[in-house]
């Protein structure tokens, strides 16, 4: 099954642009997702792509896919206050699976 | 509005007692799920649904339960059996395809303390 990595923490100061990283293992991964999570409450869809895509702007969100690398990367420019949450990515396969897994998620905090 | 509603947001639980966590959507989904998240780790699958009547069980679906007798309804039952049940719950649902795009959309959670 799929395997999604991602690191725990990420600081980064007001205005500068973030960039939050994952690996995952199922090269046949169709669609990879992107949630925001804050504080005590649910997951919030941010953005997705789909696997034969390697790049997709959504005003201030970025995502980069290495399709070779297993690599998935938001960035979030211009970085607010309001975006201090924890993010997680999620894979999903193509083989009439259509449960997610999901990343340990990464906890990013804005420096004032 | 459409959406995922889950109740109680908080629930206080004494050891040894059974309880229910609501979970209600209004999107027409077809498939529902639920997923345990402790402290500084991600989201652990415990049960999911594809279809009325028929679930399966997630990655730790130990000490709990499940029903879906009505396509908006998935509730989650923690029993007595679960030795560590204080976490936060996310219900969640998707369209339920199993080609394509099939994004799950969450609930607020529902945040359980046994006593």
């Known amino acids: 099954g799929e395997d999604v990595e991602q690191s725990l923490f990420l600081s980064v100061r007001e205005g500068d642009s973030s960039v939050i990283n994952c690996t995952y293992t199922?090269?046949?991964?169709?669609?990879l997702y992107w949630y925001k999570q804050e504080p005590g409450a649910g997951l919030q869809l941010l953005t997705y792509?789909?696997?034969?895509?390697d790049m997709k702007q959504d005003q201030r969100l970025t995502v980069l896919l290495n399709k070779k690398d297993k690599h998935l990367s938001l960035r979030i420019a211009d970085t607010q206050t309001g975006d201090s949450a924890i993010y997680f990515c999620?894979?999903?396969?193509?083989?009439?699976?259509?449960?997610?897994?999901f990343g340990t998620g990464t906890r990013l905090t804005i420096i004032p | 509005d459409g959406g995922i509603t889950q109740s109680p947001k908080y629930l206080f639980r004494k050891e040894g007692q059974n309880v229910t966590l609501s979970c209600e959507q209004n999107?027409?989904?077809?498939?529902m799920y639920w997923y345990r998240q402790d402290p500084g780790q991600g989201l652990r699958l415990i049960y999911y649904?594809?279809?009325?009547?028929?679930?399966q069980k997630g990655d730790i679906a130990e000490g709990y339960s499940v029903s879906r007798e009505k396509k908006e309804s998935f509730p989650l039952t923690v029993t007595s059996a679960q030795k560590n049940p204080t976490a936060f719950y996310l219900c969640?649902?998707?369209?339920?395809?199993?080609?394509?795009?099939?994004?799950?959309?969450f609930g607020p959670g529902t945040r359980l303390t046994v006593l």
């Open positions: 649904s594809q279809i009325v009547n028929d679930f």
């Open positions: 792509i789909f696997s034969n895509m």
């Open positions: 199922d090269s046949s991964s169709t669609y």
């Open positions: 999620a894979g999903v396969s193509n083989f009439g699976n259509e449960k997610l897994t």
């Open positions: 969640a649902s998707s369209i339920g395809q199993t080609s394509g795009r099939n994004e799950q959309f």
């Open positions: 999107l027409n989904h077809d498939a």
